[in-house]
């Protein structure tokens, strides 16, 4: 038995005495119940006089283990199993007493057995009782007030949900849906399972809902995906609750519900990562990331501080960028082992780089710095991107051969395959330029290739919200025009796993999983806006400059090669020697001046895949005017 807690306060007064009264009660009923309510008179002498030792010495049971520093308005399981230990060594030691003692009498047995058990009910009935009674006076007007809403699924998340909002004015759970049969009809958290997610349409017009919550954080990205869409089917407003990896961090809580967003239908499945294989790659290292300000940049300087690098460099030529990233990671908790520097630099400045690398000696480089925008690159700014593109992969890349960097890793994109376009061309330059400084020893260059990443800046899907939110239209180039989607939480794991994988020379390709269509992309966030495509027009304007219809992530000559990874493959592209590179920089160190057209032509005889005639897509069906659509 535990140290006896002294009390300290008057509720607890209170309730011991309530527990004393309890216990006296309990005492006298035993004898009640053990003589059909008619106590012979020989018992009632025994009855009162073991009262005055039993009470004292259950109440001291009480107070060893602590059955009052709890708040019963929270009463909850531990305080149960709290109870249930004091009035069951309490109630031995009256056994032991009775059987070696025997100070008035022989109690009956049945009396022995009874008293722990009126005991138990009510001093756990009286706690339920006031609990249930306190959350009906606080919580009782949702049922009349809340809007009624129905969960969509049944697991932890869901029936943490149905606590929450049992606690909130503004909902009302009516009921779950979900498709695992065995809970069909069950009771819980308080609320019943209505039905399978095929029945949602009855059940919602039965109970007159308006609102769903999606409350499946940890199952298949497909499962979430079709029942936002049962839901949107019927018209219903619809709603979730964070990522399953938030809500294990403990960064937000369930009842946080939130609109679903588009993001929510296009995720993909978790990645898995080789943790201790990236733990010796970065941890007490220092790291370097080129473009930290950016997109994919900001978020692999996230993800690395996963993995406690001694230090970050984050270097970006865009000052504000920087600032943006410094004020967010200011605000982290870190363990204090990792220092973070903020570099403003060109990535062409040789100079610059050199002297980066020599003073902080990265482990690994992760170089996202480029120009990305397709259409601003195509027009007036051919010359800027060749230059910033490949000049400045090969000014870092060659700085980190000179100083003994261990690895080096080039963030590219599927627009380097077949590319029609100015800034596709530049990224597989910038691919081959890495792969003509590789030697066998030395320094590891490794290439990643992948798709768009989800709310990138320049990307779809910011440029719609804008669309929608301003009334419309929203503007899409063609009907048929498809696209890779991934998370840039995904992008950027993927981009450190291949890094760390990588032996040098090697080009990943991710697997992004299906394309996807874009005006199904702007039909989904039409409808996730709560509007419908007749309150908001799409128009489609035409393909742009060096755009294609149909991204792809290999070209027509190249093959890829399994790796250890389930999402990583290696793709079998033609390579570049340093001769080649050398003969690339003169070139593209001497077309400031020239014409852009010229450019173009002469960027075909370095990019044999490369294709200044848009014409020539492998998927000519071009609308010859802009169209709308409803």
């Excluded at 009256?94 to 009510?122: A, D, E, H, M, Q």
């Excluded at 308006?210 to 619809?238: F, G």
């Amino acid at each position: 038995m535990k140290k006896i807690h002294l009390i300290n306060n008057s509720r607890t007064y209170i309730a011991l005495g309530h527990d004393i009264v309890v216990a006296v009660v309990a005492w006298l009923l035993a004898y009640s119940i053990r003589f059909n309510f008619d106590i012979p008179v020989n018992y009632h002498h025994e009855m009162w006089s073991n009262l005055y030792w039993v009470i004292p010495l259950q109440v001291t049971a009480f107070l060893g283990f602590g059955l009052y520093r709890g708040v019963w308005r929270f009463a909850s399981i531990p305080d149960l199993k709290r109870i249930l230990k004091a009035v069951g060594l309490s109630s031995l030691l009256v056994v032991t007493v009775c059987l070696i003692l025997k100070p008035f009498g022989i109690i009956p047995r049945s009396i022995l057995l009874l008293n722990p058990i009126l005991l138990v009910l009510g001093i756990c009935g009286s706690r339920i009782a006031y609990r249930i009674s306190k959350e009906q006076a606080l919580y009782g007007k949702v049922f009349t007030q809340g809007k009624p809403v129905i969960i969509l699924g049944a697991g932890e998340a869901a029936i943490h949900l149905v606590k929450d909002l049992s606690r909130s004015k503004d909902w009302q759970v009516v009921g779950l849906v979900d498709d695992d049969k065995s809970l069909l009809g069950r009771q819980l958290a308080g609320a019943r399972v209505l039905g399978a997610l095929k029945d949602l349409p009855e059940i919602a017009q039965k109970y007159q809902v308006d609102h769903v919550i999606v409350a499946m954080p940890s199952v298949e990205h497909s499962k979430r995906r079709a029942a936002v869409d049962i839901a949107n089917a019927c018209q219903l407003s619809v709603l979730t609750v964070p990522a399953f990896d938030d809500l294990m961090s403990g960064k937000v809580s369930v009842s946080q519900i939130r609109q679903v967003e588009v993001e929510d239908l296009l995720g993909r499945e978790p990645v898995k990562l080789d943790t201790l294989g990236l733990h010796d790659l970065i941890e007490q290292q220092a790291v370097l990331v080129t473009g930290a300000g950016g997109s994919i940049g900001s978020e692999l300087c996230r993800q690395i501080l996963k993995y406690h690098p001694s230090q970050l460099i984050c270097v970006d030529t865009s000052e504000f960028s920087l600032y943006q990233i410094e004020q967010e990671f200011s605000r982290l908790e870190l363990d204090g082992q990792t220092n973070i520097v903020y570099v403003t630099a060109n990535v062409r400045n040789e100079q610059r780089m050199q002297a980066l690398l020599s003073a902080y000696q990265p482990q690994v480089v992760y170089h996202a710095a480029a120009y990305k925008h397709v259409p601003l690159m195509e027009n007036t700014n051919v010359a800027e991107a060749l230059s910033n593109n490949v000049l400045g992969t090969y000014t870092v890349a060659k700085a980190c051969k000179e100083t003994g960097i261990a690895k080096f890793v080039l963030v590219s994109t599927d627009k380097a395959v077949n590319p029609t376009n100015v800034m596709g061309a530049s990224k597989r330059l910038a691919e081959m330029v890495c792969q003509g400084l590789q030697e066998e020893q030395g320094t590891k260059f490794v290439t990643v290739r992948f798709g768009n990443v989800l709310g990138s800046s320049g990307s779809v899907i910011p440029k719609f919200r804008e669309q929608i939110a301003s009334g419309g239209p929203v503007t899409i180039t063609h009907p048929e025009i498809t696209r890779y989607f991934m998370s840039i939480p995904e992008a950027a794991q993927l981009v450190m796993q291949a890094g760390m994988m990588g032996v040098g020379g090697e080009i990943f390709v991710l697997d992004m999983g299906e394309p996807v269509k874009i005006v199904h992309l702007a039909k989904d966030m039409i409808r996730l806006s709560g509007l419908s495509e007749d309150e908001i027009e799409i128009i489609f304007t035409g393909l742009r400059p060096g755009e294609k219809l149909y991204e792809e992530l290999l070209a027509d000559d190249e093959h890829t090669l399994p790796t250890q990874h389930e999402k990583l493959r290696i793709a079998e592209a033609r390579s570049a020697d340093l001769v080649w590179v050398q003969k690339l920089l003169e070139w593209v160190n001497s077309i400031h001046d020239e014409d852009e057209q010229l450019i173009k032509a002469g960027l075909t005889t370095w990019v044999a895949e490369y294709s200044i005639d848009i014409t020539n897509n492998r998927h000519p069906h071009f609308p010859s005017k802009t169209t709308t659509i409803h």
